[in-house]
């Protein structure tokens, strides 16, 4: 049976446990246990899909279509294990499912109540599709203490002793705050937080505490000595010099060691961990470096863009260089601001994804320079579809151009499927595939035209990528834009959905409808972000 690790936070938010699983999981992983991680999140909305990225961040989705949390991605880029819907649940819809039940009259008639209807529900989501798991990691979002998240505390104290003894534990995450007018490392938020939990009923078998400073010895007992932990128990986890670092500097520390403890298992084989060490060696022994525009219009925020932002870094490490990346507004083109002093000095251009026309035609105009300067460019899913704007204004003759996400146009280069597509067309497809003018969400198979540029990236002409929009480039403008040259070299596999586009006359130029990013992983880069790194240090040497 699958053990179970329950994972906590105290004091304040950001600590870290989303890292902090993925990093458990690595560890446990590299010593031969099959691990998968989960997500309880306490907010009310169903799923992330449709909350703002200033608040929430970027949106990750899995390969079987679900919108979930960030952490998400951190979990699959140091495992390796593929998310599915059922890793990630809210309570906005843990409670409509309840209330689908009772509408239809499931409950017979009873009152539903949040224990045990509400409890019930959180734990058959832990506990389901975990056949052939060593471990299962379950992070609880926010803090001890939030009224959001008392239910999933509830759930997981009721799971606790409902799973046979020593088949779960409990792991919390706190601040230990330095005060530097005091000069002191102070415990007793940690302490504050460790009672407020055990008022709960669960009672922590390992404390990891966050700290900027070694935490010394004296006070490592004197947290264990009023939390009720052994003081080998109390992991120090001071910030590391890349994410990176972290599973390695959590073994060094014992971590893994205190779990398999804490579960009686001391036949674990040592940890392998060659992967991590080769990947710190490219990140701190680059042998060149890169700049990366990114002009996009969350450019303030590193959240929207966390997986973007990884995956760029994985193809540094795939090409043993430093990645800088400069993040460019979009709006800033829009305003006057010269392209050209802005983009000139960048080894690559990106523009990816988002919704929503503003900073549109300043995306339009890095898409141009960088065709006309010979610059690296990548567009990834409103970034591809910017790209086949330009060129059909620029290059195809087509002047206005444009999509009728930001309004009516004369000329639809993008749309809703609904809009470009043929009825007869539309009823046949929608009747294969359900799209009709929806979202598409999760991975999406597509056909590579053999002698393509990015075939020969992939090295087939079968791929799998992971979508999320709603507005396909038509294919009805597919003769005018290639005889511009921007070659449509990636389709759906019936040939009527545009998925990738490239100028083969062109150092690297490569735009995508779906999102490569979600995908790539340090010790696995994509392929097209190493390509396009690789591009990008061929274009340094030139400047």
Sequence with gaps: MARYIFITGGVVSSLGKGLMAASLAALLQARGFRVRIRKFDPYLNVDPGTMSPYQHGEVYVTDDGAETDLDLGHYERFTGVSARQSDNVTQG????????????????????????????EIKAFATADTEDLDFVLCEIGGTVGDIESLPFMEAIRQLHNDLDRGQSIFVHVTLVPFIAAAGELKTKPTQHSVRELTSLGIQPDILLCRCEHPLPDSERRKIALFCNVRPEAVIPALDASSIYAVPTQYHAEGLDEEVLRAFGIGDAPKPSLDRWL???????????????????????????YKSLYEALTHGGFANRVKVKIKWIDAELFEKGDDVAANLEPMHGILVPGGFGVRGSEGKIASVKFARERNVPFFGICLGMQMACIEGARNTAGIPDASTTEFGETSEPVVGLITEWMGKEGLQ????????????RLGAYPAKLTGNSVVAGIYGTDEISERHRHRYEVNAGYREPLEKGGLIFSG???????????????????VGVQFHPELKSKPFDPHPLFASFIEAAVKQSRLV
């Design 278 to 304: 080769d990947i710190m060696d490219r990140q701190q022994n680059p042998e060149g470096e890169v700049t990366i525009g990114v002009v996009g219009k969350y450019v303030g925020l590193p959240d929207a």
């Design 93 to 120: 819809r843990v409670y409509q499912t309840i209330i689908q039940r009772e509408r239809r009259g499931d409950y017979l008639g009873a009152t539903v109540q949040v224990i045990p209807h509400v409890t019930d």
């Design 491 to 509: 389709m759906s596999p019936d040939g009527t959905l545009p998925e990738i586009v490239e100028r083969p006359d062109h150092p690297w130029f």
């Design 428 to 439: 046949k497809r929608t009747a294969e595939t359900d799209l009709g003018g929806t979202m």
